[in-house]
């Protein structure tokens, strides 16, 4: 075993005898003098008490039964009121005296030895106290590591949340169109993100994007990308010059072959002209007071997976009264008890049954939906979801 493990860990006799710590000193002398054991001494359980306050390393009490003012099975009733699992206590008595040492034992004893004491006995029992205490000390360490890493992630969480928009109406002054979107994260932090943003009184800017990946680095890379979106999209350039800009960013900044599905979108509303570029996402769909139909794919791919590709953007007109529904996987990927994908066929027939629903029913129906189809599953992935619905003016 290694003896510098010992180190940081007291080792407390309490006996009455005051010739104990002399012998014990003697001999266990070398193990003193290496820095093995490093032992305090008290003469009766209040003592040792005292002697707990004064050196809060203490690990491993070997204690006397029978000792004046307070005696050892108090002592033990005592200490564990403390509820201290690092602390571990040797009882010490006669071989006779086997009822007190059963006592001792149920009241949390970890182990027992007779007099006279053999101390080989002696050492044998500190070592293995000891690396019960160390076992202890490691698992309470590591279980402190995960409280601050599960604070961490709610604290990431919140700050995810944050900067997603999530006041709606976002708008409400304006009349010609109105947004409403939601995310559920799968774990603490996700990987999906929505945006929109206004470019001038006539234009507004929208996204929903899913970060390959899970957890903290897709949470990061999830904010990366929505931040430069937004700051170039801003700027009111072309959706495909935005997507080009955007992916070779995003290719240079990328670790672990991290990347991100896209659908950018650029509304007028003055004409209802929708100009848009999907980069690798799942194809909206355009609800119309007859029936529903995929918006066209773009031939994009991924974000920040080959630099210098060349986006190209499509164009089409939404009439007063259409809602663009925008989603990410997790929706049609989302699983039931059976096995079975929640799929488009399931979404699609979901939104032709709700095509005279507003956009902010629509998307509080889909997420009860597939809340209640996957019941009793745990979230495999994030679910996104934004519902645009154009008015004209």
Same mark, same amino acid.
């Given at each position: 075993?290694?003896?510098? !493990?010992? *180190?940081?860990?007291?080792?407390?006799?309490?006996?009455?005898?005051?010739?104990?710590e002399?012998?014990?000193?003697?001999k266990?002398?070398?193990?003193?003098?290496?820095?093995v054991?490093?032992?305090?001494?008290?003469?009766?359980g209040?003592?040792?008490?005292? *002697?707990?306050?004064?050196?809060?390393? +203490?690990?491993?009490?070997?204690?006397?039964?029978?000792?004046?003012?307070?005696?050892?099975?108090?002592?033990?009733?005592?200490?564990?009121?403390?509820?201290?699992?690092?602390?571990? /206590?040797?009882?010490?008595?006669?071989?006779?005296?086997?009822?007190?040492?059963?006592?001792?034992?149920?009241?949390?004893?970890?182990?027992?030895?007779?007099? $006279?004491?053999?101390?080989?006995?002696?050492?044998?029992?500190?070592?293995?106290?000891m690396?019960?205490?160390l #076992?202890?000390?490691?698992g309470?360490?590591e279980?402190? #590591?995960?409280?601050?890493?599960?604070?961490?992630?709610?604290?990431a969480?919140?700050? #995810?949340?944050?900067?997603?928009?999530?006041?709606?109406?976002?708008?409400?002054?304006?009349?010609?169109?109105?947004?409403?979107a939601?995310?559920?994260?799968?774990?603490?932090?996700?990987?999906?993100?929505?945006?929109?943003?206004?470019?001038?009184?006539?234009?507004?800017?929208?996204? +929903?994007?899913?970060?390959s990946?899970?957890?903290?680095?897709?949470?990061?890379?999830?904010?990366?990308?929505?931040?430069?979106?937004?700051?170039?999209?801003?700027?009111?350039?072309?959706?495909?010059?935005?997507?080009?800009?955007?992916?070779?960013?995003?290719?240079?900044?990328?670790v672990?072959?991290?990347?991100? /599905?896209?659908f950018?979108?650029?509304?007028?509303?003055?004409?209802?002209?929708?100009?848009?570029?999907?980069?690798?996402h799942?194809?909206?769909?355009?609800?119309?007071?007859?029936?529903?139909k995929?918006?066209?794919? !773009?031939?994009?791919?991924?974000?920040?997976?080959?630099?210098?590709?060349?986006?190209?953007?499509l164009?089409?007109?939404?009439?007063?009264g259409?809602?663009?529904?925008?989603?990410?996987?997790?929706? /049609?990927?989302?699983?039931?008890?059976?096995?079975?994908?929640?799929?488009?066929?399931?979404?699609?027939a979901?939104?032709?049954?709700?095509?005279?629903?507003?956009?902010t029913?629509?998307?509080? !129906?889909?997420?009860?939906?597939?809340?209640?189809?996957?019941?009793?599953?745990? $979230?495999?992935?994030?679910? !996104?979801?934004?519902? +645009?619905?154009?008015?004209?003016?």
């Amino acid at each position: 075993m290694n003896e510098d !493990t010992f *180190k940081n860990v007291k080792i407390m006799v309490v006996d009455d005898e005051v010739d104990l710590e002399p012998l014990v000193k003697q001999k266990f002398r070398r193990q003193i003098r290496d820095s093995v054991y490093d032992f305090v001494f008290a003469h009766n359980g209040l003592e040792a008490l005292s *002697k707990l306050i004064e050196y809060p390393e +203490i690990g491993i009490i070997l204690s006397d039964i029978n000792m004046p003012e307070m005696d050892g099975l108090t002592l033990l009733m005592k200490l564990k009121e403390l509820k201290n699992p690092g602390l571990k /206590t040797v009882v010490v008595s006669a071989y006779g005296d086997m009822d007190n040492i059963r006592t001792a034992m149920n009241r949390g004893a970890f182990d027992f030895l007779t007099k $006279p004491i053999n101390f080989e006995d002696l050492e044998i029992t500190i070592n293995k106290t000891m690396d019960e205490i160390l #076992q202890v000390r490691r698992g309470l360490e590591e279980h402190d #590591q995960l409280i601050s890493i599960q604070h961490d992630l709610l604290t990431a969480r919140e700050i #995810q949340q944050a900067i997603l928009p999530k006041n709606f109406p976002p708008f409400p002054d304006r009349k010609d169109f109105d947004i409403f979107a939601a995310m559920n994260a799968a774990k603490e932090v996700g990987g999906d993100f929505y945006d929109f943003f206004m470019i001038d009184n006539d234009r507004i800017g929208f996204v +929903i994007g899913d970060v390959s990946g899970k957890g903290v680095p897709a949470a990061i890379f999830m904010a990366v990308s929505r931040t430069i979106i937004r700051a170039t999209g801003i700027k009111g350039i072309p959706a495909d010059e935005c997507m080009n800009y955007v992916n070779n960013l995003l290719c240079n900044e990328s670790v672990a072959s991290m990347f991100v /599905t896209v659908f950018y979108g650029i509304l007028n509303t003055a004409n209802g002209e929708l100009e848009f570029v999907n980069a690798g996402h799942n194809p909206p769909y355009l609800i119309t007071p007859a029936g529903i139909k995929s918006v066209e794919l !773009t031939k994009g791919t991924v974000l920040g997976g080959i630099e210098h590709f060349n986006y190209r953007s499509l164009k089409m007109t939404m009439a007063p009264g259409d809602i663009l529904y925008l989603y990410t996987d997790g929706v /049609t990927e989302a699983f039931n008890r059976n096995g079975e994908l929640y799929g488009d066929e399931r979404l699609e027939a979901l939104l032709n049954a709700n095509l005279r629903s507003d956009h902010t029913q629509i998307v509080k !129906t889909v997420l009860s939906e597939v809340a209640a189809f996957a019941t009793g599953i745990p $979230p495999s992935d994030d679910i !996104t979801m934004m519902a +645009i619905r154009y008015s004209g003016r």
